[in-house]
């Protein structure tokens, strides 16, 4: 009987041992599971985030491009000012030498 009990014994440890290792391999199995998520949302994520940076700077070049031909016709029309101003800078000083001419 006592010989009984001691294989009766190893018998549920050997299912407790089948049963830890079973619950352990399942586990793993769900970690591999949760880590190739991970791993394929993360791709995912890199994927979108380049597309992004992309997308921002062909965007930011784009606006580069519109700035520059605005400052450029900004620049033109200053220029077009500036001689119509130093134009008129020279009108008035002709004028008042003229007038200063006539009253002498």
Request: aromatic content about 8%.
């Amino acid at each position: 009987s006592e010989l009984f009990d001691v294989q009766n014994d190893i018998k549920m440890q050997k299912e407790d041992q089948n049963d830890v290792y079973f619950f352990l391999h399942k586990k793993l199995d769900d970690n591999y599971d949760i880590i190739s998520a991970l791993e394929h949302q993360l791709l995912s994520e890199e994927l979108e985030r380049k597309a992004s940076e992309e997308k921002y700077e062909e965007e930011l070049e784009k606006d580069r491009k519109t700035f520059e031909a605005e400052e450029a016709v900004l620049k033109e029309k200053l220029r077009d000012v500036d001689e119509k101003l130093y134009g008129l800078k020279d009108v008035n000083g002709y004028k008042q030498e003229t007038e200063q001419e006539m009253s002498t």
